[in-house]
């Protein structure tokens, strides 16, 4: 079992920039690819990101390529989402997943997920 926490949410204007972060507990983290999906109201929820589990690997939506950057820290049992550049279509309830294998866009193939947290660009 993997516990996965986000935090780093909240208000910022268009242009402006937040990082993600998503805290990982309970089995080896490093042994997980990881994942940053975003779930706007009235939407089905999508693939932002992912890293492999060495994290040499890192994959973007089009949509977020250029502007974000996915990272971890296996040391603190962490990953990370750089936001920057960020445009109102960004705004959505974002969350962190947890998958034993490879690459992956879907979300029904991740084992783990956080609660989410919220990023809301203001104009």
């Known amino acids: 079992q993997v516990q996965l926490v986000e935090s780093g949410g909240g208000l910022v204007q268009a242009g402006g920039s937040l990082r993600l972060s998503c805290a990982a507990s309970?089995?080896?983290?490093?042994?997980?690819?990881m994942g940053w999906f975003r779930q706007a109201p009235g939407k089905e929820r999508e693939f932002v990101a992912h890293i492999n589990w060495i994290g040499l690997n890192t994959y973007y939506a089009d949509s977020v390529k250029g502007r974000f950057t996915i990272s971890r820290d296996d040391a603190k049992n962490t990953m990370y989402l750089q936001m920057n550049s960020l445009k109102l279509e960004d705004t959505a309830v974002y969350y962190c997943?947890?998958?034993?294998?490879?690459?992956?866009?879907?979300?029904?193939?991740?084992?783990?997920w956080g609660q989410g947290t919220q990023v809301t660009v203001s104009s």
């Open positions: 997943a947890a998958r034993i294998y490879g690459l992956a866009y879907e979300p029904n193939e991740y084992d783990y």
């Open positions: 309970g089995h080896t983290f490093s042994a997980y690819g």
